[in-house]
């Protein structure tokens, strides 16, 4: 079994039940991630595998959602937080407003002690500052591409890394390097669907994660079969879920 730790489900153009098929077919569970209010309430109940969040990208437009948030991570214990994160690209709400929705849904995934997966673009500062703020160590970086320092920033608070579509592009980008180097007990796979598509396709989709796991296992020198076991052991252990059950 492969565990695509971050899939939005309702944004790809194939029908929900299409990409169940597709991802049952090749032996993959994901876990659907959030982005705001109305895309909660779609996948609630759609996978046994959820995660709730504010996305840096909705933060300013959204009100109340801190409260709906709380909830739905209530009645769903075997939920994660995320998408959250900070995004300092322009046209993004303001660094304080963004800063203020991150950290407070950090704290209450420290409250609730679950794990947080979180989108880090131009701001891996000050996502370390708010990790330390926080005292959160239960994270991911979704599809990771800094630099070694970040690397061992996020590695020294008891975070993971998480690679994506990218790695299975030529020419390899320079992140591989990143991955050949960090302990492999702290590497995790996504797919980010139907963002982030794998050389060759269009869309990203869950059902491509077995190919960004054998174009990592190629980069680290493990076979197929030892990658897969890996990954699926670390996302066992950072998110406390039994992935034994199919989305
Ligand atoms: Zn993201």
New binding site residues.
């Given amino acids: 079994m492969w565990i695509d730790i971050n899939a939005h489900l309702e944004l790809m153009s194939s029908p929900p039940e299409h990409v169940l098929e597709a991802t049952r077919a090749v032996g993959v569970n994901f876990i659907a991630t959030g982005t705001h209010p109305d895309q909660w309430r779609w996948i609630e109940g759609q996978s046994p595998y959820a995660a709730f969040g504010l996305h840096p990208h909705y933060v300013d437009q959204q009100r109340q959602w801190l409260t709906i948030l709380e909830d739905l991570l209530t009645r769903y214990p075997q939920s994660a937080v995320g998408?959250v994160g900070l995004d300092f690209r322009s046209g993004m709400a303001s660094k304080e407003s963004q800063i203020h929705a991150f950290e407070s849904q950090l704290a209450l995934a420290q409250s609730l002690d679950r794990a947080v997966i979180i989108?880090a673009v131009k701001s891996h500062h000050d996502v370390i500052n708010s990790l330390r703020r926080v005292k959160c160590e239960r994270f991911v970086i979704?599809?990771f591409t800094g630099s070694h320092d970040i690397a061992s920033a996020y590695l020294s608070l008891g975070g993971y890394l998480s690679a994506g579509g990218l790695i299975t592009r030529e020419p390899k980008p320079r992140v591989i390097s990143v991955f050949q180097s960090i302990p492999q007990d702290r590497i995790l796979l996504e797919t980010?669907a139907p963002d982030l598509p794998i050389a060759g396709e269009q869309e990203g989709s869950p059902a491509h994660l077995p190919l960004v796991g054998r174009a990592l296992a190629g980069i680290l020198g493990l076979s197929e079969s030892a990658l897969q076991q890996l990954c699926t052991q670390n996302a066992q252990n950072l998110f406390d879920y039994d992935f034994s059950q199919s989305n």
């Fill in positions: 998408e989108h979704h599809a980010d």
